[in-house]
């Protein structure tokens, strides 16, 4: 195993505990960007072995898929992921508290799960990393807001960095903006898909094949995002050249306004920040009855 100094991430040992999208996500990026070798990589989950399976036939990651592989794999790992959903976190957290030395560095994927919660279910104050990430992560477009607990040293922190990196982009800050982040990019995908939907319907209602209308669409939001990208002008510069006046496109952005758009997207990304901020609340309530 590897000294607490070591900021590679090449040198340490990885074990994901939960294995599901968002930890095959950070995976597929890790191993395909070769900056993690994937024999140092350990995955678990709860139940799933198949899945275990899966995953080491996908990317060559070690499966640790009895009760003796994951205690092993818990203790010898430099950093360990956890990857598991909100409400499975307190029990998790919990059976790690007599296996984890102090200078293990957890790196936690969970919407909502406050540091001082961690800390709280460790019974100490454990090096955690909190990020926010999303599923862009796959293809090495992620975006992860990044927070570090005070005990993280400068070397962990380039190392989370580094893992983060290796999968997107990475923006750091204080914790009480991480709930900020999984509104804006966590959840932001979706956001994007969902518009994505609408345009292909309604492309498909105007007579389009759904191909046609969905290509389309997709090299329309992709040429959108590049645009911004490339000229490193504001989106609202940039949406101002495609509105001619009193044509077309000023004729549907008043319709969205119309229909209230902006104000339903400030809504929605409002209440996604409120939605992590309850679901850590849940977390810590769960941690407190301990
Ligand atoms: N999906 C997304 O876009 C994003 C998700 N996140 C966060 O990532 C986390 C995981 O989300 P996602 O990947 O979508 O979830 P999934 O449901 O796909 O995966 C959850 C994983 O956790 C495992 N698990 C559950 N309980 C335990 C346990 N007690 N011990 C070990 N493993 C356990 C499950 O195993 P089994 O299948 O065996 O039950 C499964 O492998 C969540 O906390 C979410 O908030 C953050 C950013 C974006
Ligand atoms: O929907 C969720 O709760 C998770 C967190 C961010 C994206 N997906």
Do not use: W
Not at 22 to 45: F, H, K, Q, W
Not at 254 to 260: D, G, N, V
């Amino acid at each position: 195993m590897s000294s607490p100094a070591t900021s590679s991430l090449k040198d340490v040992q990885l074990c994901f505990y939960g294995a599901g999208s968002m930890a095959e996500a950070i995976l597929r990026g890790l191993t395909g960007s070769r900056l993690a070798d994937p024999g140092s990589i350990a995955v678990m989950n709860r139940q799933n072995a198949a899945r275990l399976q899966e995953l080491s036939q996908r990317y060559g990651v070690v499966p640790a898929d009895t009760d003796d592989k994951k205690r092993a794999a818990l203790s010898s790992a430099d950093v360990i992921v956890l990857g598991m959903k909100p409400k499975d976190a307190a029990g998790a957290i919990r059976a790690l508290k007599p296996l984890l030395r102090p200078e293990q560095l957890v790196v936690s994927l969970i919407a909502g799960l406050s540091i001082s919660t961690v800390h709280q279910l460790l019974g100490r104050e454990q090096p955690v990393v909190r990020t926010m990430p999303n599923t862009s992560s796959t293809i090495g477009l992620g975006a992860t807001g990044i927070s570090f607990s005070a005990s993280v040293s400068a070397e962990r922190r380039e190392l989370a960095l580094e893992m983060f990196s290796a999968i997107g982009m990475t923006a750091v800050v204080e914790e009480p903006l991480i709930e900020a982040v999984n509104g804006v990019s966590g959840s932001g995908p979706a956001y994007v898909y969902y518009l994505m939907e609408a345009m292909i319907g309604a492309g498909v209602r105007l007579g389009l094949t759904p191909e046609a209308a969905q290509a389309l669409t997709v090299q329309t939001v992709r040429g959108a995002a590049e645009m911004v990208l490339a000229t490193g002008e504001h989106p609202e510069e940039l949406r101002r050249k495609v509105t001619s006046p009193n044509g077309t496109t000023q004729a549907a952005i008043e319709t969205l306004e119309r229909f209230a758009f902006r104000e339903g997207m400030n809504e929605a990304i409002l209440r996604c920040a409120e939605r992590a901020r309850e679901m850590g609340e849940a977390i810590r309530e769960e941690a407190a009855q301990s």
